[in-house]
């Protein structure tokens, strides 16, 4: 059961076929197979090492799976650069933050219009004119994602001096500036405190209810998993140990082995 | 207590996206730019403006240019002799081949003549960084001096190797180039032309493209991932920089000097510029041109400072003493604040905005 | 037309009628590629050891010939002059350790390669300051008469570069792998922090890697200043080592070595047989070409190892 109680969803946008990636002699996904639908909040668990970065590295065009597919509204596709995903509408948040750290908060977000201000250098160079236009019209879309992150009070800090759990947010607001119809999270809530998470957990929901962006998410803490997620998605060593409704998954004698740590052969 | 904020609504984005949004620094440039503009030529000597301002101003913009590439997009470059040698060359095949060009056309054509030969050599760019960066700008360091050198073409055959400004004027009998322009309309000339151009790179760097340059200088990684195209940023940011380099090798050929050789943009050219962008500050607008005074006073002060305190010191000696102090000096500011006199100046700001209260 | 025959055609055409030449082109080549990886050999030991890219390799060079000879001048009996400016160089980098680097530490990498910059100039001008600046005659009593070889001729001044550049190298491998001093450099090398945590002192460390460095650079400095004489331009051959950096990775001694080699070999076959199609002095940036050529093909170098990135 999940905190939207019973939901239906609409086509599958993502599909990730039988994708192996390895690093040299290490394995790191085997045949991963799974779909994710429109709407729906995915996560991906598993304990650390299972694969779980490199896959949504894979899924956003940063590693180039030795085999398989990733099939994302219709396109098929096995490489293609992180750039042209993001103009997909594919963003996401990293799990060591990724901010730029010379730049202050506004500046971050805005980088996430980046794919979407096209005025060039002429008019910029003057400020005038349509630049001027665009850069505004960009500025209130995001200081309405600053407004819904609650973080006008840090607006104009660079992020290098904000504490760990505001960067985690203002890189959320980055992604989210992006107006992504898929976003990948990668443990959006690793090293916060009970209070900070329920505030991640609330804007995460928002975001999936209100603009109907179709979230996968990593996850360590399944108490927020099981609250938040339609779908979850075990993985263990590379490869996919289960793959269900929270429910499913939690009573998977498969998942609880691995994590309990039944010995492997 | 007069350097506040205080009061001082910002009631749209617009006013609030202002270079300089508190009053106080509104004025304090105005103030700056009437003496720049009025004061100076009245007051300063034609040797003052000639051995002091002008440089300043050229290298002011060279840093700029230079600042733009490294201090914003964070690549690394030692090659901004080459392409300041590139607009000088450039503008003098220009300037000699179409004597009825506006040397404001001229100056334009020669910045984007280097942006095109930047581009060429940011190329390695997209496969490198950092050091390795650096080394393969060298590269174009001593490839675009040897070529000047080496080719008579470029200097119109003139045995010598040196290429003498031809006089021309901006408009009527205003001339601004050649040996026999005043150091007053050279002065004034050089001033405009590096306003505007310091005005349009505080725009681009806090348009758009500036961020994604600066996107790519603080996490390329992250910054393709959200849709950033690096071949695009990073050929972008040499373009832009070498214009500002090109436009200011033509000035000190044009104006500065009025007849330069190639090796007057050897690659001491290349460390000078990027020292000053470090002493006055990576990321820097306002720092680019701390930097360029600092750096044209220092030797200046260095020369004259034995003389002032009455030492009587050989040429040879006190050549050597610079050498080591301004070694010196260079590391004494790093260790004091490794982020340039911008930063000082910055931090400056914020203690005079709680003074007399600093609690 | 004419251009493409002289990249093309005439230069292979004058290479297979006197292959003795291209030989003695070749072998010429080699030897002066050693003098370049003495060179780089200082700047790989720094980089690896501190992560910092000591631009000041060039002016510690000139510095210690400088000494050298001017110790000499002084009526020093060479092996007197010889452990003196060795003393010299150790207390300098001492001193450089700490009064430049301790108060760098944590700084970025580029505020660090620029306050090697500033080292670099101060070291040129306190080399002028205490020895002068005419060019000095260096001469250590190695010979310097070409000698023939199977019908090759050869430089045996050469020769005895590229033999001290070997024993130089083989002294380092030995101090590197057997000494207790030397595996600490090499686990500071691959970790810093792990090293810290095992208790390798880094401070210490730095001040041995600038030390030893400086000693490479007096070698370095009395193979140049015997060939070249001991004046400032000795600090422009610091420049000629970083396309060998380049091309053999800024962490490898090994590639110190053959890139040294390459870019020498190189640039004297390009510079004989290619020159005149370009107008000459090609080898000023010939070097540099093909480090930056390479770089294209093999971003890491010859022998850096690919680099994962991760987020």
Known sequence: MSAHGERTFGDVVLRV?????????????????????????LAIIGPNGAGKSSMLNVINGFYHPQQGTITYKGETRRQMKPHHAARQGVARTFQNIA?????????????????KMHKNLFWQALHMGPARKEELEHREFVENIIDFLEIEHIRKTPVGRLPYGLQKRVELGRALAAEPELLLLDEPM????????????????????????TIVLIEHDMGVVMDISDHVVVLDYGRKLADGSPDEVRTNQLVIDAYLGVAHD | MLYREAGQFKTSYAKDQAIFPILQDRVMMVLMLVVAFVGVPMLASEYWLSTIMLPFLVFSLAALGLNLLTGYAGQLSLGTGGFMATGAFAAYKLAVAFPEMNIVIVFLLSGVITAAVGVLFGLPSLRIKGFYLAVATLASQFFLIWMFNKFPWFTNYSS???????????????????????????????????????????????????????????????????GIKPLQTKLGAFAVSSFYCGISGALWAFIYTSSVEALAFDI????????????????????????????????????????????????????HMEFMIFGALIIFFLIVEPHGLARLWQIGKEKLRLWPFPY | MEFLTAIFVSPFIEIYEYPLFFIEVVLGGLLAGVMYS?????????????????FAQGAMVLFAALTLVGLIEHGFPIWLALISTIIVMIALAMAIEKVVLRKLVNQEPIILFMATIGLSYFLDGFGQTLWGSDVKVLDLGIPNAPIEFLGILVNQFDLVAAASAGTLVAVLAIFFQKTRIGRALRAVADDHQAALSVGIPLKTIWAIVWAVAGLVGLVAGIMWGTKLGVQFTLTLVALKALPVLILGGFTSIPGAIIGGLIIGMGEKVAEVFWGAAFGGAIEDWFAYMLALAFLLFRPQGLFGEKIIERV
């Open chain 2, 160 to 226: 010598s190797g040196v290429i003498s400004a031809p006089p021309r004027a901006v408009f009527g009998d205003f001339f601004v180039t050649g040996s026999s322009a005043s150091p007053a309309n050279k002065y004034l000339f050089t001033l405009v032309i590096v306003c505007v151009l310091a005005l349009a790179a505080k725009n681009i760097v806090r348009s758009h493209v500036g961020r994604s340059w600066m996107a790519i200088r603080d996490m390329d990684i992250a910054a393709e991932i959200i």
């Open chain 3, 38 to 54: 003495l060179v780089a050999l200082g700047f790989v030991l720094i980089f690896k050891a501190s992560g910092v890219f000591n």
């Open chain 1, 99 to 115: 901010l730029f750290k010379g730049m202050s908060t506004l500046d971050n977000i805005m980088t996430g219009r980046n794919t």
């Open chain 1, 190 to 213: 690793a090293g916060m405190n009970l209070e900070e998470k329920e505030d991640m957990s609330r804007y995460v929901l928002d975001v999936n209810d209100e603009f109907g962006t």
């Open chain 1, 17 to 41: 076929d039988d994708v192996s990636l390895s690093f040299g002699g290490v394995q790191a996904l085997a045949n991963i197979s799974f779909e994710v639908r429109d709407g729906q909040v």
């Open chain 2, 268 to 319: 001491t050219r290349s460390f000078q510029i990027l020292f000053m962008i470090i002493i006055g500050g990576l990321g820097s607008i306002l720092g680019s041109f701390m930097g360029a005074a600092f750096i044209v006073l220092l030797p200046i002060f260095l020369s004259n400072a034995p003389t002032m305190f009455g030492l009587n010191i050989s040429v040879d000696l006190i050549s």
